[in-house]
């Protein structure tokens, strides 16, 4: 389980080596693609969301009541 951003990361890492022989036959954006809809699918499991950040510059993870 995720508890942390450091947790979060050595997550991406483990995806990225797992799917790396299939992900060489895909173009950048399905890659990225792929990562970002696991990444939402585990911070929807955690109880987290993504939430625009206030400056409108990318997001923020926030737990899904504040959202």
């Known amino acids: ?5 450091h947790d ?3 997550w991406l890492h ?3 080596e797992e799917h790396a022989r299939e992900r060489e036959k ?3 954006k399905e890659v990225v ?3 970002q809809a696991e ?3 585990l911070l929807e499991e955690a109880g987290y969301t993504l939430k ?3 400056s409108g510059l990318g997001n923020l993870i926030v737990k899904r009541e504040d959202a």
């Open 14 to 16: 483990q995806i990225r």
């Open 26 to 28: 895909m173009t950048d």
């Open 39 to 41: 990444a939402r699918t």
């Open 52 to 54: 625009r950040a206030p």
């Open 8 to 10: 979060f990361l050595e």
């Open 33 to 35: 693609a792929q990562i």
């Open 1 to 5: 389980m995720i508890k942390n951003g």
